[in-house]
């Protein structure tokens, strides 16, 4: 079977086209990037890239979207599948699932790109068959998508586990950078927020900065807050930021100084080991979890 996959970024959108087969990660055919511009050229290319590869591999029995937000997901709304508030100009109240349907004539699925890289690591990755963890992606934004007894969680329109407001540490004045909230997580977590407060790119600060430990006590203390309210059984950190090589470990050791024995379940010996870890898909986690959508939309 074919389907199609499109990870709505807010920098660029990348489109993939996979065979399914077997109960592993679907075989990639063909992977693009187009940029995102306005919602008429970026819609348009990506249709017309979609359509091409119909052409070569046969069409598509559905398209999976995992889009930036905010979005409407009530499936009851007339506005499902849109782009809602987004500050992103040009880009409010834009009909992304309606525009692909219309002209690729296919079933399409819809979710956050957070959400379907949550579902991706569920079939494919390193939470298989886990019935609750989070994937928390650290990058120009913080973005969570949550999945709690088997099912992904929406709610009224979805969480937004980037936007709570851990207790701040005495020795971090920096006012945070979240339009929105100053400094809720993304606002003192995201790699524009690590830029600004140190004077320098977060991917050119050495191991050994001090940034890299306040980044980790700042995402502990977030964590031990989902921790007491989702009881995940893990916590994949993806994204720009949170994929930095030794990150996940030492945030999951501070998780357990934030939770202080609290929790008994996670105070075992070891226990808190991994319990912070990298999505196993790594950079695909987006484009194979819109890809997870759409199956999910043939098969259930
Ligand atoms: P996006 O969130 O836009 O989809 P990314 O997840 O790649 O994309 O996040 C981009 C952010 O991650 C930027 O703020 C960038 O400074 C930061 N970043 C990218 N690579 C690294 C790295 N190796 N180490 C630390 N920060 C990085
Ligand atoms: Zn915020």
Redesign the pocket.
């Known amino acids: 079977m074919i389907i199609a996959a499109i990870e709505a970024?807010?920098?660029k959108f990348v489109l993939g086209v996979y065979r399914t087969g077997g109960d592993g990660l679907p075989a990639l055919l063909s992977k693009t990037f187009i940029p995102t511009t306005s919602p008429e050229e970026t819609l348009a290319a990506s249709a017309d890239y979609l359509e091409a590869m119909a052409r070569t591999y046969g069409k598509p029995e559905a398209l999976g979207i995992g889009s930036f937000g905010p979005v409407d997901l009530k499936p009851s709304s007339p506005g499902w599948g849109h782009i809602t508030a987004t500050p992103k100009p040009g880009w409010q109240n834009t009909d992304l699932a309606g525009y692909f349907r219309r002209r690729l004539a296919l079933p399409v699925a819809f979710d956050t790109d957070v959400n379907a890289a949550a579902y991706g690591e569920y079939l494919w990755g390193r939470a298989k068959g886990l019935q609750d963890f989070i994937y928390i992606?650290?990058?120009?934004?913080v973005g969570g998508g949550l999945f709690s007894g088997g099912k992904l969680v929406h709610g009224l329109s979805h969480p937004e586990l980037g936007h709570i407001k851990p207790k701040r540490f005495e020795d971090d004045p920096f006012p945070g950078v979240c339009p929105f909230h100053g400094d809720c997580l993304e606002g003192l977590a995201?790699?524009?927020a690590?830029?600004g407060r140190w004077g320098a790119?977060?991917?050119d600060?050495p191991p050994e900065h001090p940034a890299w430990d306040l980044e980790a006590r700042i995402l502990a203390r977030a964590f031990a807050t989902y921790a007491l309210v989702a009881s995940p059984e893990l916590i994949l950190l993806?994204?720009?930021?949170g994929?930095?090589p030794g990150l996940a470990e030492k945030v999951s050791l501070l998780v357990g100084q934030e939770l202080a024995g609290y929790i008994p379940a996670m105070a075992s010996p070891g226990r808190l080991e991994g319990f912070v870890a990298r999505p196993s898909l790594g950079g695909e986690a987006g484009l194979a979890g819109s890809a997870a959508l759409a199956l999910r939309l043939c098969t259930e």
Request: net charge positive; no cysteine.
């Open positions: 970024g807010g920098t992606t650290v990058g120009t934004g995201s790699g524009p690590i830029a790119k977060a991917e600060l993806g994204g720009g930021v994929l930095r």
